[in-house]
């Protein structure tokens, strides 16, 4: 599968984002996570969301800020980003998994096959 992100940009704190992230295939086939790396930091795990599946796994520092969210027509995931802080800026990256073990560790990096190139998301305080 071919991930593209796109909506990456700059906002100021408390602004607001909307991130793409547009697959080649049917969402549905995959674990499709969303992952960031801050300057200097390692990869960090955002959200996910399995398969199939309606429920939405988040990271502790996006909770209650950031939703993830699929639209199956359009083989496209999105992560809606509110009351952006400074420490979110970051290259976002989308992510698919399709090995069973994704499901079971959707937080972690090495479980998905697949990623997108990134988009950069600036937040200014």
């Known amino acids: 599968v071919q991930l593209q992100a796109s909506g990456g940009g700059l906002a100021q704190a408390g602004g607001s984002l909307r991130l793409s992230c547009a697959a080649s295939e049917r969402t549905s086939r995959y674990v499709m996570g969303w992952f960031r790396q801050g300057p200097g930091k390692e990869r960090e795990f955002v959200a996910a969301i399995k398969w199939g599946g309606d429920r939405i796994y988040y990271g502790n520092s996006v909770k209650g800020r950031f939703t993830m969210s699929r639209d199956n027509a359009k083989n496209t995931v999105y992560l809606q980003m509110n009351s952006l802080k400074p420490e979110d800026t970051a290259i976002y990256y989308c992510?698919?998994?399709?090995?069973?073990?994704?499901?079971?560790?959707?937080?972690?990096?090495?479980?998905?096959?697949?990623w997108g190139q990134g988009t950069l998301v600036t937040v200014s305080s």
């Open positions: 992510a698919a998994g399709k090995r069973s073990d994704c499901g079971a560790y959707y937080y972690s990096v090495p479980s998905y096959d697949y």
